[in-house]
Protein backbone atom coordinates (compact mmCIF):
# COMPACT_ATOMS: atom_id res chain seq x y z
CA UNK A 1 0.00 0.00 0.00
CA UNK A 2 1.67 3.13 -1.06
CA UNK A 3 0.79 5.32 2.08
CA UNK A 4 2.89 2.63 4.46
CA UNK A 5 5.50 3.02 2.09
CA UNK A 6 5.58 6.83 2.18
CA UNK A 7 5.53 5.88 6.19
CA UNK A 8 8.36 3.66 6.41
CA UNK A 9 10.28 6.59 4.79
CA UNK A 10 9.68 8.93 7.41
CA UNK A 11 10.36 5.93 9.86
CA UNK A 12 14.07 5.40 8.23
CA UNK A 13 14.73 8.95 8.57
CA UNK A 14 13.57 9.63 11.85
CA UNK A 15 16.10 6.84 12.61
CA UNK A 16 18.90 8.27 10.54
CA UNK A 17 18.50 11.44 12.28
CA UNK A 18 18.70 9.85 15.79
CA UNK A 19 22.05 8.37 14.40
CA UNK A 20 23.35 11.57 13.66
CA UNK A 21 22.07 14.67 12.20
CA UNK A 22 24.52 16.83 9.40
CA UNK A 23 23.76 20.12 7.91
CA UNK A 24 25.29 21.05 4.54
CA UNK A 25 25.32 18.12 3.20
CA UNK A 26 22.92 15.19 2.46
CA UNK A 27 24.82 13.11 4.74
CA UNK A 28 28.77 12.58 5.86
CA UNK A 29 31.00 10.06 6.94
CA UNK A 30 32.80 10.01 10.32
CA UNK A 31 35.40 11.96 9.27
CA UNK A 32 32.94 14.59 7.97
CA UNK A 33 33.15 14.62 4.21
CA UNK A 34 29.97 14.67 2.42
CA UNK A 35 28.63 11.70 0.84
CA UNK A 36 25.69 10.34 -0.93
CA UNK A 37 22.65 9.58 1.44
CA UNK A 38 22.78 6.13 0.69
CA UNK A 39 26.77 5.81 0.86
CA UNK A 40 27.66 2.38 3.50
CA UNK A 41 29.87 4.92 5.28
CA UNK A 42 27.34 7.19 5.91
CA UNK A 43 27.12 8.26 9.80
CA UNK A 44 24.90 11.25 9.86
CA UNK A 45 22.03 12.86 7.59
CA UNK A 46 20.08 16.36 6.80
CA UNK A 47 16.77 16.69 6.59
CA UNK A 48 16.33 15.92 2.75
CA UNK A 49 19.48 13.19 2.96
CA UNK A 50 17.40 11.48 5.83
CA UNK A 51 14.70 10.81 3.44
CA UNK A 52 17.05 10.31 0.44
CA UNK A 53 16.31 7.90 -2.96
CA UNK A 54 17.95 5.14 -1.18
CA UNK A 55 15.08 4.86 1.14
CA UNK A 56 12.18 5.09 -1.77
CA UNK A 57 10.63 2.14 -2.62
CA UNK A 58 9.26 4.39 -5.65
CA UNK A 59 9.55 7.91 -6.46
CA UNK A 60 5.78 8.62 -5.83
CA UNK A 61 6.91 7.98 -2.28
CA UNK A 62 9.89 9.88 -2.42
CA UNK A 63 7.63 12.99 -3.80
CA UNK A 64 4.84 12.16 -1.81
CA UNK A 65 7.42 12.40 1.57
CA UNK A 66 9.08 15.42 0.57
CA UNK A 67 6.02 17.08 -0.14
CA UNK A 68 5.03 16.24 3.50
CA UNK A 69 7.99 18.32 4.53
CA UNK A 70 7.48 21.09 2.33
CA UNK A 71 4.11 22.22 3.46
CA UNK A 72 5.63 22.28 7.09
CA UNK A 73 8.75 24.24 6.12
CA UNK A 74 8.88 28.22 6.42
CA UNK A 75 9.71 30.16 3.75
CA UNK A 76 13.77 29.14 4.25
CA UNK A 77 12.39 25.55 3.03
CA UNK A 78 13.77 22.46 4.19
CA UNK A 79 17.80 23.08 3.44
CA UNK A 80 16.91 26.02 4.58
CA UNK A 81 15.53 24.93 7.74
CA UNK A 82 17.96 22.18 8.45
CA UNK A 83 21.10 24.18 7.85
CA UNK A 84 19.73 27.38 10.13
CA UNK A 85 22.51 27.08 13.05
CA UNK A 86 19.45 26.94 15.42
CA UNK A 87 17.88 23.69 13.89
CA UNK A 88 18.88 20.75 16.49
CA UNK A 89 18.25 17.09 15.49
CA UNK A 90 15.67 17.26 18.02
CA UNK A 91 13.82 19.94 15.56
CA UNK A 92 14.23 17.78 12.42
CA UNK A 93 12.77 14.76 14.42
CA UNK A 94 9.76 16.56 15.35
CA UNK A 95 9.31 17.94 11.70
CA UNK A 96 9.58 14.37 10.45
CA UNK A 97 7.19 13.36 12.61
CA UNK A 98 4.83 15.95 12.02
CA UNK A 99 5.32 15.29 8.30
CA UNK A 100 4.03 11.65 9.10
CA UNK A 101 0.85 11.99 11.14
CA UNK A 102 -0.62 15.07 8.14
CA UNK A 103 -0.28 11.47 6.28
CA UNK A 104 -2.15 8.97 8.80
CA UNK A 105 -4.60 11.52 9.71
CA UNK A 106 -5.06 12.04 5.62
Known amino acids: E ?5 LQVFDVAVARIRRGHCKGAYARD ?4 AVDSD ?3 AVCWCLLGAIG ?7 NTGRA ?5 RR ?3 VR ?3 GFNDDPAT ?8 LERAASTLRVA
Do not use: F, K, Q, W
Open 2 to 6: PMNEV
Open 30 to 33: ASGN
Open 39 to 41: HPL
Open 53 to 59: EDVRPTI
Open 65 to 69: AYAAV
Open 72 to 74: LTD
Open 77 to 79: GST
Open 88 to 95: TSADVIAL
